[in-house]
């Protein structure tokens, strides 16, 4: 857990392309990137092929979680929505995440409902959230273990000034990073000159990795998503006219096979 902090302390912009499973993410591993990601929308479509509604449960994320620590030496970075449970049981996620062995968790501001929808979104109470990310903290068993404070506010109404609000209240709170969802570069710098932590962002399309610098972290969510269902889907359209897949030599060889 410890090498997290160690690389946001030295102060590079740290690449994390999203695994879907643990063969995503020993890939990634192998690239020689610095660390992983799994969050909600991965896992909606990799374990149950359903899109991500907010619909999933702790159990489930964290599972998945363990499934991608167990497989690579790097850090894992984990999505645990809105915690799942107010202030008083937030405990029980924070320790369900630490058991996994993840390094790092983010806990949003968004209800989960209609996430991603085009139902009403709505957020939690500032105060409420800010409560829930103040007892993550004093949860968690190992003080390497990173809390990041995410806000949705941007994302949802394109309200900075109700995001920095939040992610600064979340901060005073306790935690290690903030994340504020959907931002552009000058929406960024702003978050970063009003609060004293360093940011998490995710890859907007269409942004150069360049346009990113000034956050410590920048999730690359869909990634191995993306890549997965085009690469399979063309696959089984070129099956389908006749042509087999090969290089199962090569899988097995990266697989550790005898």
């Known amino acids: 857990m410890s090498r997290l902090r160690g690389l946001v302390a030295e102060g590079k912009t740290i690449v994390a392309p999203g695994a879907t499973d643990a063969l995503s993410a020993k890939l990634i591993e192998a690239h020689g ?34 499934t991608i620590v ?37 806990l ?5 409902a209609g996430k991603h929808t085009s139902a009403p979104q709505t957020l939690h109470p500032m105060k409420e959230m800010g ?28 309200d900075l000034e109700d995001c920095i609000a939040r ?6 709170a306790g935690a290690d ?3 504020p969802t959907a931002v552009g570069p000058a929406e960024l710098a702003e978050v970063r000159r009003r609060i004293d932590r360093p940011a998490m962002i995710i890859d907007m399309p269409g942004r150069t990795l360049e346009e990113h610098r000034g956050a410590s972290v920048v999730l690359f969510y869909a990634f191995s998503t993306l890549v997965q269902f085009h690469a399979v889907r063309a696959g089984l359209e070129a099956f ?13 060889k990266f697989l550790g096979y005898g």
């Not at 992610?167 to 005073?172: P, T």
């Not at 389908?240 to 097995?252: H, N, T």
Request: proline share 3%.
């Open 70 to 106: 167990q497989a690579v030496k790097l850090p894992v970075i984990a999505d645990a929505e809105g915690g799942f449970h107010e202030a008083g049981e937030i405990w029980r996620t924070v320790q369900a995440f630490e058991r996994a062995g993840v390094a790092a968790i983010h």
């Open 108 to 112: 949003e501001d968004h209800t989960g």
């Open 167 to 172: 992610l600064a209240l979340y901060a005073e």
């Open 240 to 252: 389908k006219a006749g042509k087999r897949p090969g290089g199962q030599d090569a899988l097995e």
């Open 131 to 158: 409560d829930r990310i103040g007892a993550a903290v004093a949860a968690r068993k190992n003080p390497e273990f990173v809390i990041v404070a995410r806000s949705d506010a941007f994302w949802v109404a394109r």
């Open 33 to 66: 990137f610095d660390c992983v990601y799994i969050g909600s929308y991965a896992t909606a479509a990799s374990r149950f092929g359903i899109p991500d509604t907010g619909l999933l449960s702790l159990e489930a994320l964290v599972e998945q979680a363990r």
């Open 177 to 179: 990073m903030v994340f």
